[in-house]
């Protein structure tokens, strides 16, 4: 029998208020691998990402493994990227799992069923979605995690350059992509408390962003801090008010320090302290 589960957003919210709001992302590619002294295959793999949940998984509120890279092994990265999930969560951890999927229909179902039915082996605690083939594209997984008390992080404002050809094009209505994208799920998210559960991803380093309103009562998964070059110190300037639901992620700032579980688990509460710092009283 399966346990009903609380909404994502309370979940979150509850995480972030006792561990502070960092995510640790798990990025396990060949570089990184080559710097832990370990070899690009699955058994390299496997080290790699059991040392991250064992170094900090009892300790940050999120961690987000990016699928693509157990993907490319196959059957067995994919067992691995399963073994990662349950670990993580086991240990306290919420997990978002950074697949970015997006299509229409019976596919964007079966993408869900695939991360947010409960009983799926890679059940994960919200997933990152593309709405690129228009929002409503979305809906069975909304509806599905919902209905498994999960979450999404929808991207919005992302942080690559690319991204604002279509992010920031304008609309007929004088809107652009990215502060339609925000409507929508300000308006999935209405009445919920403390938080809701469907999420954007907007950039820590995009800059003065209060022309866009960020206030959508859900968490904002915010890349950039660390190598792409923002701070925790710059997260007030660019979030405004809303910086109280900002989830900021932090992969190779972290995951640099390995394959030592001490001096990744610093990494991670320096990390974790400038954070808290930087949006004390706000």
């Known amino acids: 029998m399966t346990l009903e589960l609380e909404p994502f957003g309370a979940r979150l919210r509850r995480a972030m208020n006792d561990r502070g709001p960092l995510c640790v992302g798990i990025d396990p590619h ?23 949940v064992e170094a900090v998984a009892g300790r940050v509120a999120v961690l987000k493994p990016q699928s693509a890279f157990f993907e490319r092994f196959g059957s067995r990265g994919l067992a691995v990227l399963e073994k990662t999930v349950e670990e993580a969560r086991a240990a306290g951890a919420l997990v978002v799992m950074d697949a970015k999927r997006g299509d229409i229909g019976s596919t964007m179902a079966a993408y869900a069923e695939s991360f947010l039915r409960k009983d799926s082996p890679l059940f994960s605690d919200a997933l990152t979605v593309s709405p690129y083939l228009g929002y409503g594209s979305l809906k069975p997984a909304v509806d599905l995690a919902r209905e498994s008390g999960a979450g999404l992080f929808v991207l919005a404002l992302t942080s690559n350059p690319e991204g604002g050809e279509v992010q920031h094009a304008v609309r007929p ?13 300000a308006a999935e998210n209405a009445g919920q408390e403390p938080l809701g559960s469907f999420g954007a991803v907007v950039g820590a380093t995009l800059g003065d962003l209060s022309s866009y309103d960020l206030d959508i009562n ?17 997260l007030p300037g660019v979030f405004g008010t809303a910086v109280r639901n900002v989830v900021p992620n932090v992969s190779r ?11 990744l688990r610093d990494a991670a509460e320096r990390f974790a302290e400038e954070i808290r710092t930087a949006v004390a009283g706000h």
């Open 253 to 263: 700032g972290v995951l640099r320090h390995g394959p030592d579980v001490v001096a």
């Open 173 to 185: 209505d004088g809107r652009n992509v990215g502060a339609t994208m925000l409507d929508h799920l």
């Open 218 to 234: 859900g968490p904002l998964l915010a890349p950039g801090i660390g190598a792409q070059g923002a701070t925790p110190a710059d």
């Open 30 to 52: 060949a570089s990184l691998l080559a710097a832990w002294g370990l070899n690009d295959d699955v058994a390299g793999l496997e080290r790699f990402s059991r040392t991250v």
